[in-house]
T-cell receptor, first 114, second 109 residues
Framework: EAQVTQNPRYLITVTGKKLTVTCSQN?????MSWYRQDPGLGLRQIYY???????DKGDVPEGYKVSRKEKRNFPLILESPSPNQTSLYFC?????????????FGPGTRLTVL | GIQVEQSPPDLILQEGANSTLRCNFS?????LQWFHQNPWGQLINLFY???GTKQNGRLSATTVATERYSLLYISSSQTTDSGVYFC???????????FGTGTRLKVLA
């Protein structure tokens, strides 16, 4: 089944404890992206990647890191999480060859930082 | 940057009613998608529709790119249609997707 998977689905952590949220897609998509969703602010793009080793900032990259060492994986790293990073996070992928097209979203990761 | 506005912000319908949701964007776009976020938080693709008209069962969508808007039609609504509907656009060459503010739909049995 073609899908985008994220792990963990739920995470409660404490301020300053480094964490990684994994994202994987099995559709051989070139483009991958991370979003966060907050009440009243909607969905905002954190980082995106157009291909292996190519990443760029979205609208809200502060406090996050990403890497794209393999085509199928695009982990989101919070080096020192803070309470304002409590949010619902989505990973997405798109075929993206030579452009941009339909995005497919993972199930979401609900993160709480105490 | 590009602004994406959706209307109405909230909508309550009786089961079986029809509705039209609107997405306005402030600049030309290369890509546009409609999503349904169900009560469990999942984002479900409805349409990829940078231009033209598409239909899928009770749902259809139309994008008039030259006039910078898209419409999502829901006919014979069901309680399972409840949730939030988002449109999202990508301005050509930016690889950045901007989401609209969403329309929260509640369908009553």
């Amino acid at each position: 089944e073609a899908q985008v998977t994220q792990n963990p689905r739920y995470l409660i952590t404490v301020t300053g404890k480094k964490l990684t949220v994994t994202c994987s897609q099995n559709m051989n998509h070139e483009y991958m992206s991370w979003y966060r969703q907050d009440p009243g602010l909607g969905l905002r793009q954190i980082y995106y990647s157009m291909n292996v080793e190519v990443t760029d900032k979205g609208d809200v990259p502060e406090g996050y890191k990403v890497s794209r060492k393999e085509k199928r994986n695009f982990p989101l790293i919070l080096e020192s999480p803070s309470p304002n990073q409590t949010s619902l996070y989505f990973c997405a992928s798109s075929h993206g060859t030579g452009g941009f097209d339909e995005q497919f979203f993972g199930p979401g990761t609900r993160l709480t930082v105490l | 940057g590009i602004q994406v506005e959706q209307s109405p912000p909230d909508l309550i319908l009786q089961e079986g009613a029809n509705s039209t949701l609107r997405c306005n964007f402030s600049d030309s776009v290369n890509n546009l998608q409609w999503f349904h976020q169900n009560p469990w938080g999942q984002l479900i693709n409805l349409f990829y529709i940078p231009s033209g008209t598409k239909q899928n069962g009770r749902l259809s969508a139309t994008t008039v790119a030259t006039e910078r808007y898209s419409l999502l039609y829901i006919s014979s609504s069901q309680t399972t249609d409840s949730g939030v509907y988002f449109c999202a656009v990508e301005r050509g060459g930016t690889y950045k997707y901007i989401f609209g503010t969403g329309t929260r739909l509640k369908v009553l049995a």
